[in-house]
């Protein structure tokens, strides 16, 4: 069975400074992996994902996500946080070509001017 | 760029009421899912169809839910009698996947591409 946990349900930073939002997986194969971020009465948008290859993967609006194995890890990164940068992002896991998707339980991003 | 259709955006009805929602996958994807996300319980996964198929309907209440796909362009969810408790947006997703476990790896599959959402609410 696979799981999704994202380590803290809020997160506020300043504009400017370094976004990052934490997700930690569980799973019997190496999964493929995803970031999605929902905006105020929006559905979810895909930011990034990795599915092979190189580890470090990039998305739109400046986020980037590495993919650590021997942690378990896929934590979303932005280097200068930006106001509409405010959302709530939801980190995923699918087995490759598997029925299922797992979300966790999302972040909601503030961003303080 | 394609997308998720959903149908209506907003419904607002009484206790008791049928409520039908619907769903126009992206053309070529495979495999449908229904999510609802309130404030309490964030995102949960209703029911998914795979080929028309269904998978898994454990999430959705049984005695008032019910989820088809009467062809590959529609999938509908439909709540009857509606309650209060069910008010929530609710989400339709599709993607491509086989099922097939331990398949080869490749970056173009199993991505999911949600549509806009149908916000319930019932008095």
């Known amino acids: 069975a696979q799981s999704v946990t994202q380590l803290g349900s809020h997160v506020s930073v300043s504009e400017g400074a370094l976004v990052l939002l934490r997700c930690n997986y569980s799973s019997s194969v190496p999964p493929y992996l995803f970031w999605y971020v929902q905006y105020p009465n929006q559905g979810l948008q895909l930011l990034l994902k990795y599915t092979t290859g190189a580890t470090l993967v990039k998305g739109i609006n400046g986020f980037e996500a590495e993919f650590k194995k021997s942690e378990t890890s896929f934590h979303l990164t932005k280097p200068s946080a930006h106001m509409s940068d405010a959302a709530e992002y939801f980190c995923?896991?699918?087995?490759?070509?598997?029925?299922?998707?797992?979300f966790g339980t999302g972040t909601s991003l503030t961003v303080i001017p | 760029d394609a997308r998720v259709t959903q149908t209506p955006r907003h419904k607002v009805t009484e206790m008791g009421q049928e409520v039908t929602m619907r769903c126009q996958p992206i053309?070529?994807?495979?495999?449908v899912f229904w999510y609802r996300q309130t404030m309490m319980q964030g995102l949960e996964l209703l029911a998914y169809f795979r080929n028309r198929a269904p998978l898994d309907d454990s999430g959705m209440p049984k005695d008032r839910f019910s989820a088809e796909m009467p062809d590959a362009t529609l999938a509908t969810l439909k709540i009857q009698p509606s309650e209060p408790r069910d008010s929530a947006v609710y989400f339709c997703?599709?993607?491509?996947?086989?099922?097939?476990?331990?398949?080869?790896?490749?970056?173009?599959?199993?991505?999911?591409?949600f549509g806009a959402g149908s916000r319930l609410t019932v008095l």
């Open positions: 053309l070529g994807h495979n495999t």
């Open positions: 997703a599709s993607g491509f996947t086989t099922g097939l476990a331990g398949g080869p790896r490749s970056s173009g599959a199993n991505v999911l591409t």
């Open positions: 995923a896991v699918s087995e490759p070509f598997g029925n299922q998707f797992y």
